[in-house]
Nanobody, 119 residues
Framework: VQLQASGGGLVEAGGSLTLSCTAS?????????MGWYRQAPGKLREMVAT???????NYADNVKGRFTISRDNAKNTVYLQMNSLEPEDTAVYYC?????????????WGQGTQVTVSS
């Protein structure tokens, strides 16, 4: 599975950005969860939002109500709409695809895209 992310950039506090990530390779027919994670300097990578194949979503508490994750299964693409951005949202954002099988899960990562929110 290969993941290509795009959409990062520099935005002022209160602004919006949309990230997108397209998966290619062996995702067709698999049970997989798409998601976004982020890593700020000096911090551990953290989950931002995930979305299952059937559309069920999960969000980190600190982005609930501000970020929306969605997916287009026909395009194998996941989106992250980020509104009301705060300087604390500054991080490298990574797209993730977790392929779930009976025996184990496999994680695939995109290359990361920088999001910088200025105060």
């Amino acid at each position: 599975v290969q993941l290509q992310a795009s959409g990062g950039g520099l935005v002022e506090a209160g602004g919006s950005l949309t990230l997108s990530c397209t998966a290619s390779g062996r995702t067709f027919g698999t049970n997989h969860i798409m998601g976004w994670y982020r890593q700020a300097p000096g911090k551990l990578r953290e989950m931002v939002a995930t979305i299952e194949l059937g559309g069920r979503t999960n969000y980190a508490d600190n982005v609930k109500g501000r970020f929306t994750i969605s997916r287009d299964n026909a395009k194998n693409t996941v989106y992250l709409q980020m509104n009301s951005l705060e300087p604390e949202d500054t991080a490298v954002y990574y797209c993730n695809c977790r392929v779930v099988t009976i025996t184990t899960d496999y994680d695939y990562w995109g290359q990361g895209t920088q999001v910088t929110v200025s105060s």
